[in-house]
């Protein structure tokens, strides 16, 4: 063998398991989640603080979460529904972490000493965050919700949220 095909056997070595270990790391750390869970999510993103949320199981580790938000207070009135796409990965037990991503819009009002405005808003969001799935069917989070977008309601286009949520599974 030449020093080429050595290299070559040694790479295909490699790439098998490296293939192999992550192969055995994301289905050790697949994780059976609710088929569907909704309560709220209570957060502060540019004055959203709560959000009725639900999740809906897609296979065994991944799922889709829905949020509705409103905003109501003396100068600005404003809705917003995301939709995100997630992965569960089980840490220890019934504790799990999560990350996931997906897009939504909104749309919002301001009124304050007679000037008032309005329009709506699409934006990006990315999730992470961890959950406690408790032996009765209440499961409990804490994320981080970075949004992108929303042209007209956030200041440069940008507002994150850190939430916690409570749901009820079923």
Request: aromatic content about 16%.
């Amino acid at each position: 063998l030449n020093l080429q095909q050595l290299k070559s056997k040694q790479m295909k070595k490699l790439f098998i398991t490296v293939s192999l270990f992550v192969g055995f790391v994301f289905t050790s750390q697949a994780q059976k989640i609710s088929e569907n869970a909704l309560g709220l999510r209570l957060g502060d993103n540019d004055g959203f603080g709560a959000e009725v949320s639900y999740q809906r199981a897609i296979g065994n580790s991944n799922r889709f979460e829905a949020n509705l938000g409103w905003r109501n207070s003396k100068n600005v009135d404003a809705t917003k529904l995301t939709g995100l796409y997630q992965w569960v990965w089980n840490i220890d037990g019934n504790f799990n972490w999560y990350a996931g991503g997906g897009a939504g819009l909104g749309s919002w009002r301001y009124n304050k000493n007679g000037f008032s405005d309005s329009g709506t808003f699409v934006f990006a969001a990315g999730d992470i965050g961890v959950e406690y799935d408790f032996d009765i069917p209440l499961l409990l989070s804490l994320d981080f919700r970075p949004e992108f977008g929303g042209s007209g309601y956030y200041e440069n286009n940008y507002g994150s949220d850190i939430a916690i949520s409570v749901r009820y599974q079923f």
